[in-house]
């Protein structure tokens, strides 16, 4: 792997006219990837069909979050946000059946983890990590998903969903926000993530949820520092090419401000990725300083 996919396009940005930035961040995020002559592809997005969306939404609330009738996870009606939505959840649906082809793939894009099957809360609309695992698993091309969850926060909509649908035979979330909530927990969190990789080749696919909200500095998160944050995402990426089972990540959260606070953590998370996949880019002014 040379190049690591990158599902974007502008049509996945919005206001959000909230206090988070994921719905225009995608934009600053991939700019600081390519201004850092990383190895990466940016690919088009394909919007998830309503259909799509349906397999792990009630069909009545995708309607009247599409049309604004209903708020969306960020607490409005905008026409802006209701439009972009597809491509959010399109993003990572084309970067995890990219990463099943090549093993590795991005969608810089968040807020799916609290979307439940028929609400939408904290940033949250539509649950994309779902919509992609029911996808994948309706077509046969995965047998068995593990969404890894490292956003700060639990991610109850992904729970609910799984629930509802009866998938948790085939679908697990191993969502760290559940257990882990203080700095002082640091050592104990990443102990316990490099025992759960060691499972990886029990799936078919990862999905995995970079948060930038981790970082202890984050007014709404904080439990790993700057390093340590780069080292979870080592552990994870490492032990994903090391298994050899095809990963797809998002940004997920960060609310630091300024917004370049989160970027950084964006762009650290990138150039991990980059160090365990990219191998030939050592030749590459982006990947010297790695």
């Not at 349906?54 to 209903?70: K, Q």
């Not at 590795?104 to 994309?128: E, K, L, Q, W």
């Not at 969850?149 to 035979?169: F, K, P, Q, V, W």
Request: aromatic fraction near 8%.
């Amino acid at each position: 792997m040379n190049l690591v996919p990158v599902f974007y396009n502008d049509e996945l940005l919005a206001e959000s006219d909230s206090r988070s930035p994921s719905a225009g961040k995608p934009r600053p995020v991939v700019d600081a990837w390519v201004a850092a002559g990383l190895p990466i592809e940016l690919r088009p997005v394909v919007p998830a069909t309503i259909d799509e969306l349906c397999l792990a939404h009630d069909p009545e609330f995708v309607r009247s979050i599409l049309t604004c009738e209903t708020p969306n996870g960020f607490g409005n009606q905008r026409a802006d946000v209701a439009r972009s939505l597809p491509y959010t959840s399109g993003a990572i649906l084309g970067a995890a059946s990219r990463a099943l082809e090549t093993g590795i793939a991005c969608a810089p894009v968040s807020g799916f983890h609290h979307a439940g099957f028929a609400t939408a809360t904290m940033f949250c609309t539509f649950n994309g990590l779902m919509v992609t695992a029911v996808k994948l698993l309706r077509a046969q091309r995965v047998a068995k998903v593990l969404i890894l969850d490292c956003d700060y926060h639990y991610g109850n909509g992904t729970d609910e969903i799984i629930g509802r649908l009866g998938l948790a035979s085939s679908v697990e979330n191993l969502t760290f926000g559940r257990s882990y909530r203080t700095k002082s927990q640091a050592a104990m969190y990443l102990g316990e993530l490099e025992r759960s990789c060691t499972r990886f080749r029990e799936f078919g696919l990862v999905l995995y949820q970079a948060g930038a909200d981790l970082h202890v500095d984050d007014p709404l998160g904080g439990v790993l520092d700057s390093v340590q944050m780069r080292q979870r995402d080592r552990i994870v990426f490492t032990a994903a090419r090391a298994a050899s089972v095809p990963l797809a990540w998002d940004l997920a959260g960060g609310y630091q401000v300024p917004v370049s606070k989160v970027v950084g953590l964006h762009l650290a998370t990138m150039e991990e990725c980059v160090r365990a996949y990219a191998y030939d880019c050592v030749q590459t002014a982006g990947c010297a300083s790695l």
